[in-house]
């Protein structure tokens, strides 16, 4: 490996200042504020203030809102990464098949993701509202009563699918991005050993595709886990009877609509490790199972 | 802080420069389109009305960003002098003494002309503490009434002149409608909470907390499991089931007031200010207002209803110049003309007797605009009815439409519901007792 020796010692701190700066005023400032008030009790304006140890974390643990909340959280992300990666893998590879009109499959399935969160959500909140959609009218010409607003397992289906909808995009580029790296000459080769378009795509073709896959799998979660706020926000607000209330919906839900903040900031801080966790466990684990 | 100090600078020299310059008030609020364009109407009217003060107003998006944005400002030191807050956001606010300036007070030490007395009680009775001070200036109320349609009261052989008084004619005249084909749905309703839970217990003189529907102190619990609340949960479920209700969905109900529109259902349970938007979209057919109904076999019912909207506080942390602007500034507020104006253009309340007395030729000529005074007004407010005061409020109305969805999935009974509101909401005043004292 080649080595950059520079003379002046001040001067990679200098060039490395901006992204350091930004990280500590907007991570690691911010995350440490959230540590500290999650150990205190405080009412909304700040005026009293004491500090209570670990009894914010005791009470969400003994919270059945906050169980019910990792609960719908884990059903939620590992539906969107199910979905959305399924989804964009079968659409990747049938753009991939194609010779000439790649180019504009290829832009038409990138749109969505140009789409603000919240802008999804409304055009969701739309298709499906009970009373002026067009899906529930169409599902309740097939004899299907949608209504996300009182069924939990109609509100889940909704949200999963905004959300996955608009991450379909993004793995797309990267699963189509990852079939075009792998040499024709590889399945070509199988093909002529007499494997099948089965056999070639799990012995072949997958296991190659595996440095994505993980790598989109890592994406795919944080986004489920993170960036669906909109969405939530948007179509069902969390609810009915908190069926998706998601663990970061609920932070700021209790946060900055309820006013208590320390448990809003024991719940992110809750997350973050979590996060964490999640993140070690896939690189040590699942990563070892990948082919680079 | 550099861009700060310039400004400062600047503003001194600005303050200095002019011999007599205007003391500058900010009034953070949350009303947007025509109601704010009209708020905005009401600062300028002031700020011409005379050249000492001058009331900036600002739109801070919803009730709770509203909110959530000048306890923000607060911390940090920036906050306005005047908030805009809404109602069930009263306890917060009262509880944090240290953080707000009481009206009472605010009036007095500012030498402005205030007469508690000549607020309408079941207005003002929401804003006041246990010893008749008035904290907050009620600025836009409004209370439930009964929306129905009088086109499909005939079709459905009704009278279109009469809406149901109790809920067992409501009940029936739902029967009749869905019966006859007039309309697939009796009735649909907005906020289960402040309508159907809040509204009902005071409209039936029943308690929804301890102490006075929290009045009384910060130890006040819930008690809105009683026996009128049970069985009229237990109806609504019953009713949904049989498809005479429609609910409309949690906190305000977005759907409900398209489900009315559409004709889909002929009555609509809403906010008195909602009056101008319904009149808008009913051009297909005959509008008619009630009040809300009630059980005829609960004693004292119909007691009175109560009001929901918000109230303006101010804040603590300004100089005696800001102060005596905002003084000035509720003075013209509650003048009578300004008053009526406003009432008569959102529909809210007006919030004094000659401001009602202002509007009488306004309500001759407006049939239904009226259906809400005479509702909130119709007893001497009780215990039970003159308003509710808890904290981490948003929270527990959270609950009721979270409690509401489980009894009408099926998971829970009308009993074992509120049983949960209650038990879920104490803990929530728990921790409040406990943030605030």
Redesign the interface.
């Known amino acids: 490996m080649k080595r950059t020796i520079f003379s002046n010692q001040l001067l990679p701190w200098l060039l490395l200042a901006p992204q350091l700066i930004i990280t500590f005023v907007f991570f690691l400032w911010p995350a440490a504020q959230a540590i500290r008030q999650s150990f205190l ?8 203030t ?1 500090f209570v140890g670990l009894e914010n974390f005791v ?1 969400l643990w003994n919270s059945p ?1 906050y169980l019910n909340s990792l609960q719908v959280t884990a059903v939620f992300a590992i539906s969107v990464t199910v979905l959305s990666m399924g989804l964009s893998l079968l659409l990747a590879i049938a753009v991939d098949r194609m010779i000439r009109s790649t180019r504009v499959y290829t832009t038409l399935l990138v749109w969505p993701y140009a789409v603000a969160p919240a802008v999804a959500g409304i055009l969701w909140w739309f298709i499906f ?4 959609g067009i899906m529930p009218y169409l599902l309740g010409q097939i004899g299907y009563d949608w209504n996300h ?4 397992s109609d509100a889940m289906t909704l949200v999963v699918i905004a959300s996955a909808w608009k991450q379909i995009s993004y793995n797309f580029l990267f699963f189509l991005a990852g079939l075009q790296a792998i040499p024709a000459s590889l399945r070509e080769a199988a093909a002529i050993d007499g494997a099948g378009p089965v056999r070639r795509f799990f012995d072949i073709t997958f296991p190659l595709l595996s440095p994505t896959t993980f790598f989109l799998l890592v994406v795919n979660i944080v986004y489920a886990m993170f960036d669906t706020f909109g969405v939530i926000d948007a179509t069902t ?1 969390g ?4 069926a998706t209330n998601i663990m970061v919906y609920k932070v700021y ?2 946060g ?5 903040l ?2 809003s900031a024991a719940q992110s801080v809750v997350l973050m490790a979590l996060v964490l966790v999640l993140t070690v466990i896939q690189f040590r684990y699942v990563e070892k199972k990948v082919a680079y | 802080m550099i861009r700060y100090s310039t400004a400062s600078v600047v503003a001194l020299v600005a303050s200095l420069g002019a011999a007599q310059a205007e003391t500058n008030i900010d009034w953070w609020h949350a009303m947007g389109g025509e109601l704010g364009a009209k708020l905005e109407e009401i600062a300028q009217g002031f700020n011409d009305s005379q050249d000492e003060y001058r009331v900036t107003p600002s739109y801070k998006g919803t009730y709770p960003e509203t909110m959530t944005a000048a306890i923000a400002a607060f911390r940090a030191n920036q906050q306005p002098a005047i908030v805009q807050v809404f109602e069930v956001g009263t306890g917060t606010m009262m509880a944090a003494d240290g953080a707000i300036v009481p009206v009472h007070q605010l009036m007095a030490d500012h030498g402005q002309d205030f007469d508690a007395a000549a607020f309408l009680p079941s207005v003002v009775g929401y804003y006041t503490d246990g010893d008749g001070n008035m904290l907050s200036m009620p600025f836009n109320s409004s209370t439930p009434i009964l929306y129905y349609n009088k086109t499909v009261f005939e079709a459905a052989g009704l009278d279109p002149e009469t809406p149901p008084t109790t809920w067992a004619e409501l009940e029936q005249f739902s029967n009749q409608i869905k019966e006859s084909g007039a309309a697939s749905c009796g009735f649909t309703t907005q906020w289960i909470s402040w309508i159907q839970t809040e509204n009902l217990s005071a409209w039936h003189n029943q308690p929804i907390g301890t102490l006075e529907n929290g009045f009384g102190g910060l130890d006040a619990r819930l008690s809105m499991n009683g026996p009128v609340q049970v069985k009229h949960w237990e109806n609504l479920k019953r009713w949904s089931d049989e498809g005479i209700f429609k609910y409309g969905g949690p906190v305000g109900a977005d759907n409900a007031a398209p489900m009315f529109y559409s004709q889909e259902c002929a009555m609509m349970m809403g906010s008195s200010a909602s009056r101008a938007g319904v009149i808008a979209n009913s051009s297909a057919y005959e509008l008619g207002y009630g009040m809300l109904p009630y059980y005829d076999d609960v004693e004292g019912a119909p007691q009175n209803s109560i009001i929901g909207g918000a109230s303006l506080w101010v804040l603590s942390g300004k100089s005696d110049e800001e102060y005596a602007a905002a003084a000035a500034f509720f003075d013209y507020l509650t003048q009578p003309e300004v008053q009526a104006d406003w009432a008569s253009f959102t529909g809210y309340l007006p919030i004094t007797q000659a401001a009602y007395d202002a509007m009488e030729s306004f309500h001759a000529e407006n049939p239904g605009a009226d259906t809400g005074i005479r509702q909130i007004t119709l007893n001497e407010p009780t215990e039970n009815s003159k308003g509710l005061r808890f904290g981490s409020y948003v929270q527990i109305r959270g609950v009721i439409d979270e409690e509401f969805e489980q009894l009408l999935s099926g998971s829970k009974d009308a009993q074992g519901a509120l049983d949960a509101v209650v038990a879920r909401g104490d803990d929530l005043l728990e921790q409040f007792q406990a943030q605030n004292q």
């Open positions: 009790r405080e009412d909304a304006f700040g005026t009293r004491t009470r809102e509202n009970p009373t002026i607003i009182q069924s939990k607000e609810g009915p009877a908190q839900f209790d900055f609509v309820g006013q208590n320390g448990s």
